[in-house]
């Protein structure tokens, strides 16, 4: 089986889950900037995360023949504070020109308030003002609903983005219909403990196709599995869906969003 890790954080993650990854069919992840697990003290810690995610990860997936992708953003947990937000903001046009960076993300809301948005809203311009992909994270629980709304008012108040370049990650049954109706790509995130669980994810594509969406695992350095995209096909597999359904849903999708960057090659 061939599939693509649309969202994980593998600056988290060890070697060995690069060679898991490569075992299980992984022939590309992509990388969003996110929350490392800690506040940043200034904005040279992300000048020196993004040099990681852009220059050292590819080096460490080439050597499982796995392509490695990114996104740069200053995250909506950090976002909280406008003026780090903004310097964040500034580093970001110089990294564009990397050869894996395919986009702004994973930008957002967290607790959908006053400062998040302005600094979303930042965001999308740069988006729109460097003609990248976007790749949105929509906030937890009960913020989700609420959170989601917003972020497709901010992006629709940006008529030159297209919402075919935009992916709206972690959707959930309530979210997902706004997301698809409105033209939006949408991702599942499959978690052991949180979110959605592979049966769910299924239940999901039945429910609303297996068009402009994809799956992702999010792995990070908290409680998350690098293999659940793999163990979700080996579910779908299970339900008696074919070759050819797993691999548009865990493949093709995604390499079709992301081949929306001139950047994007599996080698
Ligand atoms: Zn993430």
Known sequence: MRYIEPHAHMVSRTTADYEALAL???KAVNEPAFWAGFDRASAQGFYDYF????????KRAAKFCIRHFCWLCINPKEAEDPGLAREVLALIPEFLAKPGVLGIGEIGLNKNSRNELQILEEHIQLAEDHGQLVLVHTPHLEDKLKGTKLIIDALKNHPAIDPGRVIIDHVEEHTAPLVKDAGFWS?????PESKVTPNRAIDMLEMFGTD???MNSACDWGVSDPLSVPKAALEMRRRGYDDAFIDKVVFQNPAEFMGQSPKFDLG
């Open 24 to 26: 299980a069919g992984c």
């Open 51 to 58: 040099r990681q995610i852009t220059e050292y990860e590819p």
């Open 187 to 191: 991702g599942m995130t499959l978690y």
């Open 212 to 214: 402009r969406v994809w």
